[in-house]
């Protein structure tokens, strides 16, 4: 496993490999190590790999966009417990069980406990969206996420009036996350959203893509999906909910605060301190295209922030 040492607001300055070369260098390393490694791959299948999601309805929200083949989807991640290389989540979370698995679910509300992931998770209220995810680095993919809308299942746990605001941390677990290993961020992984954003219909629970069981390199077995904001607040591997008071921590903008904020709201008018925010790369495309205002997701979440100074709330 290859895995520099970074401080954490360095490692997005890195422009993305060009899709081209990064696709043909891994093309090349697979055959080159095909005929050695075959038999432990085989053996390594992860259990859950290519299960379906059994009569997922269409919901609302989907764009009509291409979707980006589940192929890239799947290779080309993000996923710091498994490496800082974009290509080490799908090898180094290989070995990850997510069977059995638990979310503590804590603070205002009336229904705290430990929840099972079959009980959070009803598969007659799965839907299939197909969302844009931008990502702060200027990468951006078409995905047929599976999930249940977070609103649904935050309405089960009865916040409180005082709940303002949803904490959100992925497992940590330094011998089943190798990443967790290096200090690249602090931590656990810690996300947060604003009550309102966390119940508004677009925010969803992910529990799959392309109709399958979500890969381990995916975020798996749970993760969030907030289209409208860049992809680091996308949590993945979750394991704990909290329902606050006052503003929580993120991961980001606890580890570079002048780089990245709570609101973190795809805004190609407010650029990272280093780089435009303007235009951005569709995986598979040659050419950049315009980012758009929430990522084309203004008509629904637009009023969310309406009198906020979203140069400021970045
Ligand atoms: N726990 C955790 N969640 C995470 C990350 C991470 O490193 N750790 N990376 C984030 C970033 S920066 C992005 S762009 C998306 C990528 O999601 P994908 O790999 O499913 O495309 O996951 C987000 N969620
Ligand atoms: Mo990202």
Same mark, same amino acid.
């Given at each position: 496993m290859h895995i520099r040492i970074t401080k954490a607001s360095d490692i997005p300055s890195s422009e993305i490999t060009p899709k081209a070369h990064y696709m043909s260098r891994r093309r090349f390393l697979g055959t080159a190590a095909a005929g050695a490694a075959l038999a432990p791959l085989l053996a390594a299948a992860? *259990?859950?790999?290519?299960l379906r999601w059994e009569n997922i309805v269409k919901g609302p929200f989907s764009t009509d966009e291409e979707p980006t083949p589940a192929e890239d989807v799947t290779s080309y991640n993000n996923f710091y417990e498994f490496g800082?290389? !974009?290509?080490d989540p799908i090898r180094n979370s290989r070995? #990850?069980?997510?069977?059995?698995w638990s979310v503590a679910v804590e603070g205002e509300i009336e229904k705290p406990g430990t929840y099972q992931f079959e009980d959070l998770v009803k598969p007659h209220q799965l839907e299939e969206r197909v969302y844009r995810l931008r990502c702060v680095e200027r990468w951006s993919m078409v995905v047929p996420w599976v999930g249940i809308p977070l609103a649904a299942m935050i !309405?089960? #746990?009865?916040?409180?009036? !005082? *709940?303002?605001y949803v904490a959100f941390e992925t497992l940590h677990d330094p011998k089943r996350m190798?990443?967790?290993?290096?200090?690249?961020?602090?931590?656990p992984y810690v996300e947060g959203l604003r009550m309102d954003e966390a119940m508004n219909p677009l925010t969803l629970m992910v529990v799959g893509l392309y109709g399958e069981v979500l890969p381990n390199q995916n975020g798996a077995p749970l993760r969030l999906m907030?289209?409208?904001?860049?992809? #680091?607040?996308?949590?993945?591997?979750?394991?704990a909910m909290r329902f606050v008071e006052k503003m929580p921590p993120t991961s980001w903008s606890e580890s570079a605060p002048g780089e990245y904020? #709570?609101? *973190?709201?795809?805004?190609?008018?407010? &650029? &990272?301190p280093r780089w435009s925010q303007a235009r951005e790369r569709?995986?598979?495309?040659f050419l950049k295209r315009d980012t758009l205002m929430f990522n084309g997701y203004g008509e629904e979440v637009a009023g969310l922030y309406a009198g906020m100074d979203l140069a400021k709330n970045y």
């Amino acid at each position: 496993m290859h895995i520099r040492i970074t401080k954490a607001s360095d490692i997005p300055s890195s422009e993305i490999t060009p899709k081209a070369h990064y696709m043909s260098r891994r093309r090349f390393l697979g055959t080159a190590a095909a005929g050695a490694a075959l038999a432990p791959l085989l053996a390594a299948a992860p *259990a859950g790999a290519n299960l379906r999601w059994e009569n997922i309805v269409k919901g609302p929200f989907s764009t009509d966009e291409e979707p980006t083949p589940a192929e890239d989807v799947t290779s080309y991640n993000n996923f710091y417990e498994f490496g800082t290389g !974009k290509g080490d989540p799908i090898r180094n979370s290989r070995f #990850f069980r997510t069977k059995p698995w638990s979310v503590a679910v804590e603070g205002e509300i009336e229904k705290p406990g430990t929840y099972q992931f079959e009980d959070l998770v009803k598969p007659h209220q799965l839907e299939e969206r197909v969302y844009r995810l931008r990502c702060v680095e200027r990468w951006s993919m078409v995905v047929p996420w599976v999930g249940i809308p977070l609103a649904a299942m935050i !309405k089960r #746990f009865e916040p409180t009036s !005082k *709940a303002k605001y949803v904490a959100f941390e992925t497992l940590h677990d330094p011998k089943r996350m190798p990443g967790q290993s290096y200090p690249v961020l602090d931590w656990p992984y810690v996300e947060g959203l604003r009550m309102d954003e966390a119940m508004n219909p677009l925010t969803l629970m992910v529990v799959g893509l392309y109709g399958e069981v979500l890969p381990n390199q995916n975020g798996a077995p749970l993760r969030l999906m907030v289209p409208w904001k860049y992809g #680091f607040k996308s949590i993945k591997s979750i394991v704990a909910m909290r329902f606050v008071e006052k503003m929580p921590p993120t991961s980001w903008s606890e580890s570079a605060p002048g780089e990245y904020g #709570f609101y *973190a709201n795809v805004n190609p008018d407010v &650029h &990272h301190p280093r780089w435009s925010q303007a235009r951005e790369r569709r995986i598979g495309d040659f050419l950049k295209r315009d980012t758009l205002m929430f990522n084309g997701y203004g008509e629904e979440v637009a009023g969310l922030y309406a009198g906020m100074d979203l140069a400021k709330n970045y």
